[in-house]
C-alpha cells in the first residue's frame, strides 16, 4: 500500500513500526514515572543503604534489611551503624542458638564504634538467645540499656524498657537465681507478680497455683513474655 507521502509501506513493515513505536512509547513512560529524582534515590554510599536498611526493617522485611546493611559493609567494612542494623535483622531473623550467637558476634563488632541503648539492647536480646555463658552478658547489657531512663527502640517501638527487664529476669532464672528474676520481673512497670518467696499460697499465676517457688516465677515470666514481651 502507499502512505500519503506517496511511500510504498508494506503491511510487514507497518506492524513492525507499530511494535517499535509501541516499545518505545512504554520505555518512555516507565522512564517518564520513575523520573531522575527516584533513580538518584537508589542507594550508593553505606549510609544510604544503611538508611533504606532501616526502612525496610521498620516495614517487617528483615531479609531485604540485612541484605542492604550487608551491602553497606560490603563498601565500607568499618562502617558502624551498618553493623548495628546488621545485627538487629539477625537477630529479628534468627532461629536458634547458633543464629543468635551469630547475631551477638555482630553486634559485639559494632560496639567498637557505636554506643547507646539501642547498642546495649540488641546485644542483651542476642545473649540470652545464644544461651550458655552469653546469660551473663544479657544480664548486663540489660541493665546498660536502662541507664539512660527509658528505653524504646526507634525502628520497633513495641521492643521498650518492659523487654529489657524480662530479658534480664529470664537470663537470670536461665541461671537458676529465680529470686532475683522475680525482683527484675516485678520491676518491669506493667505487673507485679504478687509471689513470694516463703509463702506457697502466693504461688497462683493466671489462676493456676504451683507448686514450688521457681515454677511459679517461670510461669510469671511466661506470662509477661506473651503479653508484654516486642
Known amino acids: 500500500?502507499?502512505?500519503?507521502?506517496?511511500?510504498?509501506?508494506?503491511?510487514?513493515?507497518?506492524?513492525?513500526?507499530?511494535?517499535?513505536?509501541?516499545?518505545?512509547?512504554?520505555?518512555?513512560?516507565?522512564?517518564?514515572?520513575?523520573?531522575?529524582?527516584?533513580?538518584?534515590?537508589?542507594?550508593?554510599?553505606?549510609?544510604?543503604?544503611t538508611t533504606r536498611g532501616w526502612d525496610r526493617y521498620s516495614d517487617g522485611d528483615l531479609a531485604a534489611a540485612l541484605q542492604d546493611f550487608e551491602r553497606a559493609i560490603g563498601i565500607d567494612d568499618a562502617f558502624g551503624p551498618a553493623y548495628v542494623g546488621l545485627g538487629w535483622a539477625?537477630?529479628?531473623?534468627?532461629?536458634?542458638?547458633?543464629?543468635?550467637?551469630?547475631?551477638?558476634?555482630?553486634?559485639?563488632?559494632?560496639?567498637?564504634?557505636?554506643?547507646?541503648?539501642?547498642?546495649?539492647?540488641?546485644?542483651?536480646?542476642?545473649?540470652?538467645?545464644?544461651?550458655?555463658?552469653?546469660?551473663?552478658?544479657?544480664?548486663?547489657?540489660a541493665q546498660a540499656a536502662r541507664t539512660e531512663g527509658s528505653f524504646v527502640f526507634s525502628h520497633?517501638?513495641?521492643?521498650?524498657?518492659?523487654?529489657?527487664?524480662?530479658?534480664?529476669?529470664?537470663?537470670?532464672?536461665?541461671q537458676g537465681d529465680f529470686a532475683n528474676a522475680l525482683l527484675a520481673a516485678d520491676a518491669a512497670p506493667v505487673a507485679d507478680?504478687?509471689?513470694?518467696?516463703?509463702?506457697?499460697?502466693?504461688?497462683?499465676?493466671?489462676?493456676?497455683t504451683y507448686p514450688t517457688f521457681e515454677s511459679a516465677v517461670l510461669a510469671f515470666l511466661h506470662e509477661l513474655s506473651k503479653e508484654h514481651a516486642g
Open 193 to 208: 507478680s504478687g509471689i513470694t518467696a516463703g509463702d506457697s499460697g502466693t504461688w497462683q499465676v493466671d489462676g493456676t
Open 90 to 141: 539477625q537477630l529479628g531473623l534468627a532461629t536458634s542458638a547458633p543464629e543468635m550467637a551469630v547475631a551477638a558476634a555482630t553486634f559485639e563488632t559494632a560496639a567498637a564504634s557505636q554506643s547507646g541503648p539501642e547498642v546495649d539492647a540488641g546485644r542483651a536480646a542476642a545473649e540470652l538467645g545464644a544461651g550458655g555463658s552469653g546469660l551473663v552478658a544479657a544480664v548486663s547489657y
Open 1 to 49: 500500500m502507499v502512505n500519503e507521502r506517496g511511500w510504498c509501506v508494506t503491511v510487514g513493515s507497518v506492524r513492525r513500526l507499530a511494535a517499535a513505536a509501541l516499545i518505545a512509547a512504554s520505555t518512555a513512560a516507565f522512564l517518564g514515572g520513575v523520573g531522575c529524582s527516584d533513580r538518584e534515590k537508589l542507594p550508593l554510599t553505606p549510609d544510604e543503604f
Open 156 to 174: 520497633r517501638p513495641s521492643i521498650d524498657t518492659t523487654d529489657l527487664f524480662l530479658i534480664e529476669a529470664t537470663a537470670l532464672a536461665a
